[in-house]
């Protein structure tokens, strides 16, 4: 596009006015350019809908979009304790103090629209001299704002009183070299601090790369470390909000909301602990099911059933596991949600019966926006019945997107989630597995403005301006709430709100294929971990552009131990199934996706047991050194406590430097014992992976193997083992003396061992010794005890 560049103030007078008509005629080349861009693309509907959209809500903005006025706070006046919870008075609103024993406080200002977080229960506070106490805790307060202390006096938070007018704007205090991460979905650095984010849920328009803000998913939630104390502030807040994270003032944090409520948690304790409590409030991650771990294939689009047989044929002959396979956007009837174009995949039914005889899951995009198409049965439904969302004089709400003009349900209605969620059952009759929520931030094709929803649009919940960055949530919660009564759904979505992994799985979206990117998604899924979303991925590859095999090979071991596996691409990108890069490198690829796939146990096991904590599963290695020098390592990621997964990332590189948490780790390869730092080769089929000592790794190698990583202290594990949809529970532990302690459920029957970093010469049950090779041995079903010989 061309650059309008035209310094004013250089120019003598006299010359405004034609500098005037240069720069009018600039702006009217660049419209011309973009108009025949849309008429090629799209076809002149396109381009008329995209004005109308345009214009139509403009107009209704204008007229009903309201900013906040808010008076001001004013002066403190006293506190009350009143039932469990303290009063702070202020001349003009009522702050109150809510606060557990364990590190969880409440601070609510004022009303706004309600929001899913769980109503959890507080302590019975103290109040002394306007110092509330709970626990080992104490919430202060003077004029510089509220201060909260653990029982040494240690401050761990510091809140100033927060400024009310047009916005509503609250600031935490930055002590020294803090680090900050979370508010969701960012393309940020490991420590978002010096930086300034919005958070309002956005399509990133096709193709984004590092530093690319907002994307599809933002929460108001920022972890904050500081001297060795860490908390988390969370505010319960679905509308447009901006966060200075020490960019305008190197000591503040300030995030300005233009909506309701100003209502927020501070939690604190250690880092695990703090993820397991905030998830009490926002959900805890769902049980997903195990297929889902395996690999997952996709492309924009794989065009006809015939194409879908012929890939997964592919992976048969060459041997490489594949779990599901995807149809993006062209599957559908002119892109009507719950349709399938019948010239293409008119045969689906077959298409998927033939899918799953080889063990092959189908998975579909799912649209938000209905067609306007009178006599299509959603559309009729929907508009007979009062689920779309429509403007507050009552007239629907339509915007183009995909199917051109098209209305959007109501996903924040109970009924009209109950009402979606049933049409799923078209798709499962027709023998689908999956579904992948895409455009539901939502994502609408403007002429100009912004690419979402009209601000002043009316939900049950509030205008959308409140409830934007819900969108996607709601939806999310319309297919899981139905699907989740008969099976474990599997839901793949892109936006989302907290506690968004009650319901859906999220991917980074649109990135770009390059080196860089490649990185950036691991920072933007750790900021996404800290931000208490535990099921998450990428596009490996990059959605726009074509990795090099180098690449390509790079990214599919970067992301190992991402919970989400899936290779998809644009396009116009070149085709990326594994044996797209040629033979040579075929035996690589293959090798990682199996790699993969014999750590399905473990990566199973960890899910659910985050499903349980409300930990989420990928963590950064800060969460496990409170050493300095780790707290900005951001080319590592830990997989669940126990494996370290160090990537290359960058080009033409076969070695690097490997930063390890405290403690003793195992090379998964070689088994030798590692400590600090380390220098490691990786050529290209290599992916630096270690193993924290005193672990026990659930692997599949045909059969199931417990993989015991010894430590001078003993070892133990808790593991969940998928029963076909039910969870067996075995739990382990070795004693240092070398005795095993083995509980399973009943339907987990022999159990094989391998012993990792020290020589087991046999083992002893019941009395009878029994001598074995390779440090492998099998318990069988019934044993709960067992003795290691040593060497
Ligand atoms: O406007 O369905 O992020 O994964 O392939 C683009 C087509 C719409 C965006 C998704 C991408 C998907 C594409 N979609």
Redesign the pocket.
Known sequence: MPKINIKINTVKIGKKFNILLLFTQQIYMQLLEEIDGFLKTFGDGMLKDRISYSLTRDRYDSIYYKKLNMKKIGRFLSAEKSNKYVYFHFENYDLKVEARGDGVFKFSWTDGPKLPVENIEFDDLQLHDNTVSVGNYSISLDENGLYLKDQDGKLIYQGYIPDFNEVLSQSLRIFGDDLFSGLGEKAGPINLRGHVYRLWNH??K?SYGPDSDPL?LNIPVLLHLHDDVSYLIFFENAGDATVDIGFSREDKVTFYFKSKPMVYYVITGDIKSIYSKFSEITGKPYRPPYWAFGFQQ????YMSSAEVRSIVDRFNELGIPLSAIYL??DYMDEFKVFTFNSDRFWDVKDLTKYLGERGVRLIT?MEPNVKMEPGYTIYDEAVKNGYFIKYPDGNIFYAP??PLMAAFPDFSRNDVREWWGKKYDFMKKNGVSGF?H??NEP?IFVAWGDNSMALSAAQSNGSHSEVHNLFGYYMDKAAYDHLSKTERPFILS?SGWAGISRYAWI?T??TETSWKEMKQNLLTILHMSASGISLTGC?IGG?VGSPDAELFIRWLQSAIFYPLFRV????KSKRREPWEFGEKYLGIIRDIIKLRHSFLPQIYSEAISSSITGIPMIRPVYWYSSNPDMLLVDDEYLFGDSILVAPIFSEHSTSRIVKLPPGLWYNLYSDEKVFGEIKVEAPLNMIPIYIRSGSIIARDEGKLILHVFHSEEGESAKIYIDAGGEDSELDISVSKDGKINIHRGSSIKAVTIKFHGVYVKGITINGNTKYIEDNLFEIEEGVNELQLIFQ
């Open positions: 399509d990133a096709g599809y996709s492309r924009y689009s993006d956007i995009i997107v995909w992948w895409d455009m994502a892109r991917w979206g649109d596009d959605f998809h691409s644009n396009k």
